[in-house]
């Protein structure tokens, strides 16, 4: 029984998921330290000033009516045997040199966590999914789109940024500065910071539940924004399809479509973010009012002095109210870079379903004998795609793959290179099972030329070098040779140094599939796989490309779907397959003799279309 495909993993909880993102920010300790800092000196620099401006306005004060000597928090006095100018100019002077600090650290701290955050975190965290997804199996990349990959390495890293800037740090920040503010408040009137921030539960309660509602809107926000980068994709490499059938008034409709229920979502999330500020906006301003009534009061009893009392007093609750203002910001960045850090951990935490296992034997060179014993496999562990495969194929054999869509001849060549593993039975090149092979030297015996060949946005001669970038000039154009691609190679503006345009558009089909050969030959490979290489091509090409393909098959085991007879004669063997079984083989000959579908596909490629007649039995010797 074929074995199941691993279950996906369970998504994260939200705190898991930031046990995680602090398990990263871990990492970068020291830059969050000096970061964090820089946050602290800027309060210690801002508390310093405040006070200083008190001390003064009391100081003003004293010498207009009279009274006790004014004094501050942290100690600070004033000279008393000094005239009044000159102790307001130094009182002025230091409190512009306190601001020519904040301003430098300020710098500093903008400098810093830009390259903590952006130039170290998202560059590495970048490469470290890149990484991931250089490993990951075909089984990822057929479940996720192009545009959600897409997403994932861009948009979602940024999201984990978020966390660390807007969320992490300013909730650090936001909890000291509200501690240092209530503490200072305090000290100044207990009474007076109990009435101002009678307030501050509701806020927790409303930011709760702000919380709990935004989420699942930033949620769909998010894969509305991804089914648009897929369409938009999509269009772009259909182009050609769509302009060929003239749909592009159709596809505008569907993008402004999506367009549209990207903005709308969008916007329901941009109006109860607008409600919900104000309203936390609103409670705060409640505070100044309690301190205006309450505050004065005091002052006016000679509770609380002027400067150092109520000045310094309604700047720390400014302060603490615009902390508390921020509580939005973080709420709302919240559920941002979760929703996206969730998203980056799925394919971080994918799990590598082809890999070489520890004891793996390395294998520089191989023979290219291979071996399939009772093969099955199945994308889901459910539906077998194939079916008790038993093929012995000897080294420099050429085997031919026949069938309709969806027989399975595809994923039976997959299963050679590892892109996929079976789920039951054994795949042996060279009498060693496959999954015994380290993957690296494995899928260097191999070469491989798809369909549609893809080919880089590079030279020619760095798309040819591209499975050997050590490759010397003279070998690359050997194996343009072996390709016949030689020829058209020179003829282009800068020959092998040529540009080529996206996946090679500026080349003929023909053109790109002999690229894709010498590509493959030059590994020198004991392998070859051939995709159906001459399906999308017109006969004349199909001439040159046997031409090449002659060359480069000699001497090498080599499996080819193909559906012309064409192809199908050169092979040493022919497997035709239904429904994941090989229900004939043989030669061209021996399955010509015998009624079957191959006999009848290659009946359908006759020139008169005639079915072909059983070949006449020789007489029995008398």
């Known amino acids: 029984m074929p074995a199941p495909s691993p279950p996906p993993a369970a998504p994260l909880s939200n705190g898991a998921l930031v046990r995680r993102l602090l398990g990263l920010t871990w990492r970068y300790r020291l830059g969050c ?4 800092s820089i946050q602290l000196v800027l309060l210690t620099m801002g508390l310093l000033g405040l006070s200083l401006t008190g001390l003064g306005i009391d100081y003003i004060r004293h010498q207009v009516q009279g009274g006790p000597f004014p004094s501050a928090k942290f100690g600070l006095t004033l000279p008393a045997d000094w005239p009044p100018l000159p102790v307001i100019a130094l009182l002025a002077g230091i409190i512009l040199l306190l601001a020519l600090g904040r301003a430098l650290l300020n710098y500093a701290y903008l400098i810093s966590i830009n390259v903590l955050l952006q130039q170290q975190l998202v560059v590495e965290l970048r490469a470290v999914i890149y990484d991931k997804l250089q490993q990951l199996s075909f089984r990822f990349f057929d479940a996720n789109s192009t545009g959600s990959i897409i997403t994932r390495v861009t948009g979602d890293v940024q999201s984990v940024r978020m966390f660390l800037d807007q969320v992490l740090f300013q909730s650090v920040i936001m909890l ?17 910071t ?5 307030t501050t539960p509701l806020l927790a309660l409303l930011s709760l539940g702000f919380s709990k509602q935004i989420q699942p809107a930033y949620a769909q926000s998010r894969t509305l ?6 369409y938009l994709a999509e269009s772009i490499q259909g182009i050609a399809v769509t302009k060929g059938f003239g749909r592009e008034a159709e596809n505008r409709a569907r993008f402004d479509a999506a367009n549209r229920a990207v903005y709308d979502q969008q916007l329901g999330i941009f109006w109860r973010v607008s409600l919900f500020s104000p309203a936390v906006g609103l409670l705060t301003r409640v505070n100044m009012v309690v301190l205006l009534g309450y505050g004065g009061w005091l002052v006016m009893q000679g509770r609380l002095p002027l400067g150092t009392g109520l000045v310094v007093f309604a700047g720390l609750l400014e302060q603490f109210s615009g902390q508390v203002n921020n509580i939005a910001g973080v709420v709302n960045s919240v559920q941002q870079s979760l929703i996206g850090a969730r998203r980056v951990f799925e394919v971080m935490d994918a799990p590598v379903e082809v890999q070489s296992a520890p004891d793996a034997m390395p294998c520089p060179r191989l023979q290219g004998a291979v071996r399939f014993e009772r093969v099955a496999f199945s994308y889901s562990g459910i539906d077998p795609v194939l079916r008790d495969i038993t093929l012995d194929v000897r080294p420099g054999q050429c085997v031919a793959i026949l069938g309709a869509t969806g027989a399975g001849k595809s994923v039976l060549m997959s299963l050679i290179p590892r892109f996929y593993d079976v789920t039951a039975g054994r795949l042996l090149i060279d009498g060693i099972d496959v999954r015994h092979l380290h993957l690296d030297d494995l899928r260097r015996n191999i070469g491989l030329v798809f369909q549609e060949s893809f080919l880089f946005s590079n030279t ?34 800068q020959g092998y140094d040529t540009v080529l345009g996206e996946s090679g558009n500026t080349l003929s089909g023909g053109q790109r ?17 051939l995709d159906d290489p001459t399906a999308a091509i017109d006969s004349e090409t199909e001439h040159e490309i046997f031409e090449a393909l002659d060359r480069a098959i000699a001497g090498r085991t080599t499996f080819i779907v193909a559906h012309r007879l064409s192809t199908l004669r050169r092979a040493d063997c022919i497997l035709v397959m239904e429904n994941g079984r090989i229900v004939q083989r043989g030669t061209h000959e021996e399955l010509l003799r015998v009624p079957g579908p191959y006999r009848h596909v290659a009946s359908l490629q006759l020139v008169d279309g005639r079915e072909l007649a059983p070949p006449p039995t020789p007489e029995a010797a008398p």
């Open 460 to 493: 020619v001669a760095a798309n040819i070098a591209f499975g050997h970038p050590g490759a010397t000039p003279a070998q690359i154009e050997q194996a343009a040779r072996i390709a016949a691609a030689h020829d058209f190679i020179v003829q282009l503006p």
């Open 513 to 529: 599939q002999r690229l894709a050969i010498a590509r493959a030959v030059l590994l020198a490979p004991a392998i070859l796989l």
């Open 176 to 192: 000291v500065s509200l501690t240092v503010y209530v503490v200072y408040m305090a000290s100044l009137s207990p009474g007076l």
């Open 194 to 198: 109990l009435a101002c921030l009678a």
């Open 225 to 230: 924004a991804e089914s648009l980068v897929q």
């Open 33 to 36: 330290l000096k970061v964090l």
